[in-house]
C-alpha cells in the first residue's frame, strides 16, 4: 500500500512539475507573439538588476585611465566632439576619459581650441593626404593601454567603462574584450539588440561582431595590415593574434539605427575585409562574397578522402531517397559509403543491397551482428573504413545542394577544427538543425528548430557561420585521427546523447565545432527509430551536461530564454536550466 502511494505521489508531481514547464514555454511564446513581454520591459526587469549586482559583487577592475578611446573615420566638427566627450564623461560614472581625435593638419586652426575645452581630448594630426582609417599607424601617440575605437554617434550604458574594467579583472590575458551591443532610433529608445555568444572564430566571416570591443595595443601594434580601406581585415589579425578573448554578457553600447541600404554596404566592406584577411593568411584560391543576403566563404582545399557511414534498418524508400540524390548530386567525388545494416527484414530490402554495391563499387554493406546500438554501429563503421575523415549520416536524410560535402570538408581541415555539423530542414523548409544549445528545454536541444526564419534577430542568424558546443550526429563530419583520439562513441549510450557526448569530449582535447549553414541538406527526422529514450541515457546524458549547464553553454548568449528553441529575451522568473535537468532525471531517467 505505502509502495502504491509513493507511486501516485510521484507520479502526480511529475504531472505537476510537466505542466508547469509546459504553461511557461506557452507563456513565453503567445507573449512573444502577441508582443507583451518588450525589449524595454526586459531592460528594466533583467538587465538593470543585473548590471547593478555585477559591480556590487566583483570587486578590483583596471584603472579607468588605461582605456582611450578612438574616433575612427573621418574627423567631426568640434562641437560634436565636444559634445560627446561630456557625455562620455556622464556614461563613465564620472571617470576622466581618455579620447583621441586624428585630424588632417589643414584643419590645424578649426580644431586648435578643441583641447581647451576638453582636456582630455587628444588629437593627433595627420598629413592632409593620409586616409583617416589608417590610425593603427600612430599607436604610439595615442595615451594608455587599451584602444576602443568609437563613433561620435555612439551612446553607451552608464558606469560601461567600470563594468568592463571589473570583467577584465578576472581575465588578465584577455588581449581583446567585447561586448552585446543593440541600436537606438530617432526617439532614442534602444531597440534591435545583438546577444553575441563567446569568442566564435567562424563568426567573424560572417559578421564584424567585434565592432563594440576593446583592444589591448600590444596587440595592435603587431598588426601587419594597417591599409585605411582595410578597416575591417586588422580585427581580424587582432583576434588571431590574442591571447585571449573576452566576451561581457552586458548590452554596453548604443549604435544609431541604419538603413538596409547602408547594412549592406557595411556587408559588402566586411566581405571584401574577410577575403583580404584570407589571402593575407595564404589561403588557396578564396572567395568571398555576398549571396543571397548572408557572406559565403570558400577557398580550394585538398581532396581527402570521405567515409560515409550510415546506419540503416529497413525504411527501403527514405535509404534510396538517401543514397539517389548522395549519388547523383554530390560534386565531391573522394568518398566511399558504408551501408551499417541492423537486422532488416523488410521486402526488397537485401536486393537493394545487392543491386546497388553492383552499381556502385564504392558503397558496401555490413551486417550488425548484436543488439542494436547506435554508437556501436558507428563505431563499427569507423573501424572499417579507409578515409581520413568520418561522415556520419542518418538513412532519412536527403541531399539537395551538391556542393554539401565541399563545404563541410574545406572547414574540418581548418587548423584546430575537430568536427563540422551542416544545416538541415524539415521537408517543409523549416529548420531541424542549426547547431546544438546545451540546456535548451532541458538536456539540450537544436537552436531554431521548427522555425522559418533565416533571417538575424536579436542573436546570431541560422545562415552564419559559428562555433558551437555540439552538432547533431545525423550529419557529422570529423577528422578519423580526432575521433580515435577521443575514443569514438560512447557504447554506453546506445540511443541518444551519444552525439553530443562526442562533441564534449572533442571540445575537451581542444578542438572547435563549427556549423556551416552554407552545407544543407533535408532531414526526414524519426525515420529510422522511435521516439522511446531510454533512461539510461537519460540519466548518463544528464551527468555529462551538469557542469556545461551549471556554467552555461560558452555559444549562446545568458541573456537569451532557454525555454524555448528560438533566441527570445530571458525572463526574471525562467526555470533554472541546471534545475530543469535534475527533474527531467527524477521523472525521466
Not at 556501436?376 to 539537395?400: K, P
Not at 574540418?412 to 517543409?428: E, R, S, T, W
Not at 525515420?527 to 556545461?548: F, M, N, Q, W
Amino acid at each position: 500500500m505505502i509502495s502504491q502511494f509513493g507511486a501516485i505521489t510521484r507520479w502526480v508531481q511529475r504531472k505537476i512539475w510537466a505542466g508547469r514547464t509546459y504553461l511557461f514555454k506557452k507563456k513565453v511564446i503567445w507573449q512573444d507573439r502577441l508582443g507583451c513581454y518588450t525589449y524595454a520591459r526586459w531592460i528594466r526587469q533583467v538587465e538593470q538588476p543585473a548590471i547593478q549586482s555585477f559591480l556590487k559583487t566583483n570587486p578590483g577592475g583596471i584603472q579607468v585611465g588605461q582605456f582611450c578611446l578612438v574616433i575612427t573615420g573621418t574627423a567631426p566638427p568640434p562641437s560634436v566632439v565636444q559634445e560627446f566627450w561630456k557625455s562620455m564623461q556622464r556614461w563613465s560614472g564620472g571617470e576622466q576619459v581618455q579620447l583621441a581625435l586624428f585630424v588632417p593638419e589643414q584643419s590645424r586652426a578649426e580644431y586648435a581650441g578643441l583641447s581647451l575645452q576638453c582636456p582630455c581630448v587628444n588629437i593627433v594630426w595627420i598629413p592632409s593626404s593620409r586616409d583617416p582609417n589608417a590610425w593603427l599607424c600612430d599607436l604610439e601617440k595615442i595615451p594608455g593601454e587599451w584602444v576602443i575605437p568609437v563613433d561620435c554617434l555612439d551612446k553607451f550604458q552608464p558606469q560601461w567603462l567600470v563594468v568592463v574594467s571589473k570583467a577584465m579583472h578576472t581575465a588578465e590575458n584577455a588581449d581583446v574584450v567585447y561586448w552585446d551591443q543593440d541600436q537606438y532610433n530617432s526617439a532614442g529608445k534602444r531597440i534591435r539588440p545583438f546577444f553575441k555568444p563567446g569568442w566564435s572564430p567562424a563568426l567573424l566571416y560572417s559578421i564584424n561582431y567585434l565592432e563594440c570591443a576593446a583592444f589591448r595595443k600590444s596587440i595592435l601594434a603587431r598588426v601587419t595590415a594597417r591599409d585605411g580601406n582595410k578597416i575591417d581585415t586588422w580585427r581580424l589579425e587582432a583576434a588571431v593574434k590574442a591571447r585571449q578573448i573576452l566576451h561581457i554578457p552586458f548590452v554596453l553600447q548604443h549604435k544609431p539605427g541604419i538603413a538596409e541600404s547602408e547594412r549592406k554596404i557595411q556587408q559588402e566592406q566586411h566581405a571584401r575585409a574577410v577575403q583580404s584577411w584570407l589571402e593575407l593568411q595564404g589561403v588557396v584560391q578564396p572567395e568571398c562574397r555576398v549571396e543571397n543576403g548572408n557572406i559565403r566563404v570558400r577557398w580550394k582545399a585538398e581532396p581527402v578522402q570521405v567515409s560515409i557511414i550510415i546506419p540503416t534498418r529497413d525504411n527501403l524508400y527514405y535509404l534510396q531517397r538517401c543514397l539517389s540524390t548522395l549519388l547523383e548530386k554530390t560534386t565531391y567525388l573522394d568518398y566511399q559509403i558504408l551501408l551499417m545494416d541492423d537486422h532488416s527484414t523488410a521486402e526488397g530490402v537485401w536486393d537493394y543491397y545487392h543491386s546497388i554495391q553492383e552499381k556502385h563499387p564504392h558503397i558496401r554493406v555490413y551486417s550488425n551482428p548484436g543488439k542494436f546500438n547506435y554508437s556501436g554501429v558507428n563505431n563499427q563503421g569507423a573501424s572499417l573504413s579507409q578515409g581520413s575523415l568520418l561522415l556520419f549520416l542518418n538513412n532519412d536524410v536527403e541531399i539537395i545542394d551538391g556542393s554539401w560535402l565541399d563545404e563541410m570538408v574545406r572547414w574540418v581541415l581548418q587548423p584546430g577544427v575537430g568536427i563540422c555539423g551542416a544545416k538541415l530542414n524539415f521537408p517543409d523548409g523549416t529548420i531541424q538543425h542549426a547547431g546544438v544549445v546545451l540546456g535548451m528545454t532541458g538536456h539540450a536541444n537544436h537552436l531554431y528548430i521548427g522555425t522559418s526564419t533565416d533571417q538575424p534577430g536579436m542573436f546570431c542568424s541560422p545562415d552564419w557561420y559559428r562555433d558551437v558546443s555540439a552538432v547533431t550526429g545525423a550529419c557529422m563530419l570529423i577528422r578519423r585521427d580526432v575521433f580515435e583520439q577521443v575514443g569514438g562513441f560512447d557504447e554506453n549510450l546506445p540511443l541518444v546523447f551519444n552525439d553530443i557526448d562526442l562533441c564534449l569530449r572533442v571540445r575537451r582535447a581542444g578542438y572547435r565545432i563549427l556549423y556551416n549553414p552554407a552545407a544543407r541538406l533535408i532531414h526526414y527526422e524519426g525515420r529510422s527509430r522511435a521516439k522511446y529514450i531510454p533512461a539510461g541515457d537519460i540519466r548518463l546524458g544528464a551527468s555529462l551536461l551538469e557542469d556545461v549547464i551549471r556554467n552555461g553553454d560558452p555559444f549562446y548568449n545568458p541573456n537569451l530564454s532557454l525555454t524555448v528553441t528560438y533566441p527570445t529575451l530571458k525572463r526574471s522568473d525562467e526555470p533554472d536550466p541546471l534545475n530543469q535537468l535534475r527533474q527531467i532525471v527524477r521523472y525521466k531517467g
